[in-house]
């Protein structure tokens, strides 16, 4: 079982950057796919993007391409979202999720296929 702590939310103004944390208790990190998503007001959670377990590849979603960059470092326990030129529009709670793959270079889109969450941390975008 893994515990994933989110980090590095807060106020941003839009065009503004922002980098989010997420560390991992456990020892097998690197036995973990990591996805992030986020939920603003009144919407469904939506998948931002995803790594594979070494961080050799990486998937985002439309909104995040050319914004967003997931990374990890596998000796901290801790998977980042950067965020760029950011939008009012990308204000949300985002949360970190982590489940085991067997394959070293998958990754995974949807909510259903991770088994651990994070609490999540919020970011808000001013205008």
């Known amino acids: 079982q893994v515990q994933l702590v989110e980090s590095g939310g807060g106020l941003v103004q839009a065009g503004g950057s922002s980098r989010l944390s997420c560390a991992a208790s456990g020892r097998t990190f690197s036995s973990y796919a990591m996805g992030w998503f986020r939920q603003a007001p009144g919407k469904e959670r939506e998948f931002v993007g995803a790594i594979n377990r070494n961080g050799g590849t990486t998937y985002s979603a439309d909104s995040a391409k050319g914004r967003c960059t997931i990374s990890r470092d596998n000796a901290k326990n801790t998977v980042y979202l950067q965020m760029n030129s950011l939008k009012p529009e990308d204000t949300a709670v985002y949360y970190c999720?982590?489940?085991?793959?067997?394959?070293?270079?998958?990754?995974?889109?949807?909510?259903?296929?991770?088994?651990?969450w994070g609490q999540g941390t919020q970011v808000t975008v001013s205008s």
């Open positions: 999720a982590a489940r085991v793959s067997e394959q070293l270079y998958r990754f995974y889109f949807y909510q259903s296929e991770y088994s651990y």
